[in-house]
């Protein structure tokens, strides 16, 4: 459900052979590959709706579920999260946050039954070069919810450094999370990576890798270059 609500993709209506379809845009692989993931774990994205719900099919049962957007907080590199904040079909206020180990760890409240075994297993994904993040959830309560509505609505009209105002409210908001677990993405490399690589070492040129992935995972990714 988490990795499901949480991401920025959208869809577009395709047709081929006179059946419509649709496709998932998606402002990385990473997102598009856990929403397909999610869709083939029974909780698929359908689309957003004029109304701002998400709407999702679970395909398993044939059920449609509503969840209504309230608010995206974006990815950046310094924050290493995003989370989304919606409404779910009982009018309770959920926040999903999904990011970097390290920063989730430290926003999650504290003796969470399953963070040893979820650390562990996100070390042995980076030991192979996979992707991974944690994903952390908490229902906030409406009167909590208002409260921090007020200060980031304040925020979003700010004059000054608006990103940074923004920043600062959400921190507010996301702490004390459950975790509902890590997800883990290959990562493969393009076509060509290693021979241009090699080219450029040949030219004299010093390679260098830039990561804000776990250290495994480059140094993973290195070797594999």
């Not at 950046?76 to 904040?85: E, F, L, P, Q």
């Not at 963070?115 to 909590?144: F, P, Q, W």
Request: with cysteine.
């Amino acid at each position: 459900m988490c990795l499901g609500l949480c991401h920025t993709v959208v869809t577009d209506d395709k047709e081929k052979n006179g059946e419509k379809y649709k496709v998932y845009n998606a402002s990385s692989p990473d997102e598009l590959a856990l929403v397909n993931g999610m869709r083939h774990l029974g909780f698929a994205f359908r689309d957003n709706d004029s109304d701002a719900n998400m709407i999702i099919d679970h395909p398993r049962t044939g059920a449609v579920s509503k969840y209504t957007l309230l608010h995206v907080i974006e990815f950046n590199s310094d924050r290493k999260r995003m989370s989304v904040i919606v409404r779910d079909e009982n009018n309770r206020v959920l926040i999903i946050c999904k990011g970097a180990d390290s920063i989730i760890e430290k926003r999650l409240a504290p003796n969470q039954e399953h963070l040893t075994a979820t650390k562990k297993h996100v070390d042995e994904y980076a030991e192979v070069g996979l992707r991974t993040l944690l994903i952390a959830y908490k229902y906030v309560e409406e009167d909590d919810y208002k409260k921090w509505l007020a200060k980031y609505t304040i925020a979003e009209q700010s004059t000054g450094d608006r990103e940074k105002e923004l920043g600062l409210v959400a921190e507010q908001i996301e702490v004390d999370f459950l975790l509902a677990g890590c997800s883990a993405i290959e990562d493969k490399l393009q076509e060509n990576v290693g021979k241009t690589i090699a080219d450029i070492k040949k030219a004299g040129i010093k390679v260098w890798v830039l990561t804000g992935d776990k250290v495994e995972t480059a140094i993973n990714i290195g070797q594999s270059c």
